[in-house]
């Protein structure tokens, strides 16, 4: 049989295209898989068992404001060689910097430690024990993956549990979905915008838009420029730039498109399944898990944990390590994933004091899912001034050179900030 040159020249060059775009995708990637954690799972959930569908719109709108703002981190970290609190406590007054820090690294504990106590109770919803003890154990598991396996390696194996999550996209397929109400609720016609569903909105952006995604984008950017040693920060060697801007803004919008399909396919379930049943109020993660039944039947529990767990253990070193890139930075200590723990203790000490202190959260009485719900919340408020300050350090020249921030870029990354913080004060308003 005879070979067809012309459609075996297509398949090289299909398969040379598929090769080439893999090598695209990198920290946008991994951002984007950690962003649907166990809190935006939750909270997702949530949003969409309390509104129907009438909070759909708010996953259309944070798709272009969180790509914008992602790539604007990554730009920081790849243009200067630098991590974003590097970069600020260069332009802005020290005492400023130190306390965004600090309300980082206090919302990323809160958020390790919801996401460790959601966790055991997913473990213990499949095995029936144990809650308090799968908690320390994933926690342990955590940290010592940290210190002795390079985050790289074991990300990819566990973004293979986070597929799990596309079994949400398949509960659309499997009930009735009025499609015209969803529709409409995804243009923002009918929007609930009711006193709990300002604090939903908070949430959902919070959880989408999160501060701890901007400083871990950005710091794997430099992680990126160590790995190979003959790149150089942009601003130095500005003849490599087209290629990392382009390589930069695929990994970004296919790591934010894939977050976000998720994030729509959660809401979109849970409120044909929860919603529809009268579930308006989800407060375990068994009630979270009942929207998987139309796919998984009694098997529903197993699939909800496997998503918890593996976007948790994913998510986990993301949270704390990018509280200890932040507060390292400003205190010049050695940093990055790749060292040994005895090569950078402070760095290594940071992630430990984030997950011990987060493990307070599983003894606080307070239901991981209700915990995951607020933790959302929480940072739906402190990125704000986080953005805020990432945007000034974007169209800073001394910092960016020729690079900074671009018209477009720039416009679409104040009004993610804007939008943020008119989500917050609508929310405060409503409590005053």
């Known amino acids: 049989m005879t070979s067809n040159p012309l459609r075996d020249f297509s398949t090289l060059r299909a398969r040379l295209r598929s090769v080439a775009l893999l090598k695209q995708l990198g920290p946008g990637l991994i951002t984007g898989a950690a962003d649907d954690d166990p809190s935006g799972i939750a909270t997702y959930s949530q949003a969409g068992a309390q509104s129907g569908f009438g909070l759909l719109w708010t996953v259309v709108i944070t798709f272009p404001l969180m790509a914008a703002i992602q790539l604007v981190s990554a730009h920081i970290g790849r243009i200067s060689g630098k991590g974003l609190a590097a970069n600020m406590t260069q332009v802005m007054p020290r005492w400023l910097v130190m306390m965004l820090v600090f309300l980082l690294f206090v919302a990323n504990t809160i958020n390790v430690g919801a996401d460790l106590a959601a966790m055991g109770e997913a473990a213990a919803l499949t095995m029936g024990f144990g809650q308090h003890a799968f908690t320390v154990a994933f926690a342990l598991v955590s940290v010592l993956l940290q210190l002795f396996v390079p985050y790289k390696r074991y990300a990819r194996l ?20 009025d499609w015209s109400a969803a529709g409409l609720a995804m243009l923002g016609i009918h929007a609930e915008l009711s006193p709990a569903a ?10 989408t838009i999160s501060p701890y995604l901007f400083f871990w984008q950005s710091a794997e950017e430099v992680e990126e420029l160590d790995h190979h040693g003959d790149e150089k920060p ?3 060697d500005p003849a490599e730039a087209p290629k990392a801007f382009e390589r930069m803004r695929i990994d970004t919008i296919i790591g934010m498109a894939v977050s976000n399909l998720v994030a729509l396919a959660i809401m979109i379930s849970t409120a044909a399944t929860l919603h529809a049943a009268g579930t308006t109020n989800i407060q375990t993660a068994a009630d979270a898990a009942r929207a998987l039944e139309p796919l998984a039947g009694r098997f529903a529990f197993v699939l909800f944990s496997l998503g918890i767990v ?23 200590w050695k940093i990055g994933l790749d060292y040994k723990p005895w090569e950078a203790v402070g760095f290594y000490s940071v992630i430990g004091a984030a997950v011990a202190l987060g493990l307070g959260i599983d003894y606080s009485g307070l239901d991981p899912i209700a915990a995951l719900y607020w933790s959302a919340v929480i940072n739906g408020v402190i990125a704000v001034p986080m953005m805020a300050a990432m945007m000034y350090v974007s169209s800073h020249r001394r910092l960016m050179g020729e690079f900074v921030c671009s018209p477009g870029l720039k416009w679409l990354g104040w009004l993610s900030t804007a939008v943020m913080a008119a989500a917050a004060a609508a929310m405060a308003a409503t409590y005053l």
Do not use: N
């Not at 300002?198 to 959880?207: C, K, L, N, S, Y």
């Open 158 to 177: 566990l973004m293979v549990l986070t597929l799990s999550l596309f079994s949400y996209v398949a509960v659309v397929f499997l009930v009735h979905i």
């Open 198 to 207: 300002a604090t939903t909105i908070v949430a959902v952006f919070g959880t």
């Open 234 to 236: 942009l601003k130095d």
């Open 310 to 332: 593996g976007t948790g253990l994913l998510a986990v070193p993301v949270l704390a390590g990018s509280a200890a890139y932040a507060v390292c930075e400003t205190r010049g």
